[in-house]
Antibody, heavy 121, light 110 residues
Framework: EVQLVDSGGGLVQPGGSLRLSCAAS????????MSWVRQAPGKGLEWVSG????????FYADSVKGRFTISRDNSKNMLNLQMSSLRAEDTAVYYC??????????????WGQGALVTVSS | QSVLTQPPSASGTPGQRVTISCSGS????????VNWYQQLPGTAPKLLIY???RRPSGVPDRFSGSKSGTSASLAISGPRSEDEADYYC???????????FGGGTKLTVL
């Protein structure tokens, strides 16, 4: 059974940093691209970043480019999102999501339960 | 402002066919598949339609998808009360080199 477990959320001050993690199980992790998708309170979904199965390619939304870094450890089946220079507008539930097809970025067939990040002083 | 445009709300009775539209451009819907997600309150999104018109196993056949040019639609034939949820379209955008979502449509079953 595929499982994605998000962790690392919390309260952080503006300008601060936070690292999210997603523990994956139930599939060959290195075969699939993974992404982070966020949802601000009461708002819609926003794709944040994606990384290829090998980790050799990564893409970012303009809203986080230069501040967030996505990475993965295929030996530990872990996906990470290092977030720095955090702003109030980064407050959201962050979901990790698995690409459905080997080698494809979209769609996402499995999602984590989400990790809440609150940026506030 | 979302890259893909959806109506904020839709409604219908169990005897009707409800459609939700999703409008984009040549860099996203026009050149890539469209995917649809259902999000029930307080839960993670669930994949409903992929590759514009395919249903993952377990998704009822009352849900269907279509695409034409730079627009796509999700249809729900005979919506049930358990279908009350937010629905999002999504696609890859070649110009942005990233995924893009619609703003979401809240479905109410009357």
């Amino acid at each position: 059974e595929v499982q994605l477990v998000d962790s690392g959320g919390g309260l952080v001050q503006p300008g601060g940093s936070l690292r999210l993690s997603c523990a994956a199980s139930g599939f060959t992790f290195s075969d699939y691209a993974m992404s982070w998708v966020r949802q601000a309170p009461g708002k819609g979904l926003e794709w944040v970043s994606g990384i290829s199965g090998s980790g050799g390619s990564a893409f970012y939304a303009d809203s986080v480019k230069g501040r967030f870094t996505i990475s993965r450890d295929n030996s530990k089946n872990m996906l990470n999102l290092q977030m720095s220079s955090l702003r109030a507008e980064d407050t959201a539930v962050y979901y990790c999501a698995k690409g459905m097809h080997s080698g494809g970025w979209l769609p996402f067939d499995y999602w984590g339960q989400g990790a809440l990040v609150t940026v506030s002083s | 402002q979302s890259v893909l445009t959806q109506p904020p709300s839709a409604s219908g009775t169990p005897g009707q066919r409800v459609t939700i539209s999703c409008s984009g451009s040549s860099s996203n819907i026009g050149n890539n598949y469209v995917n649809w997600y259902q999000q029930l309150p307080g839960t993670a999104p669930k994949l409903l339609i992929y590759r514009s018109d395919r249903r993952p196993s377990g998704v009822p056949d009352r849900f269907s998808g279509s695409k034409s040019g730079t627009s796509a639609s999700l249809a729900i034939s005979g919506p049930r009360s358990e279908d009350e949820a937010d629905y999002y379209c999504a696609a890859w955008d070649d110009s942005l080199s990233g995924g893009v979502f619609g703003g979401g449509t809240k479905l109410t079953v009357l």
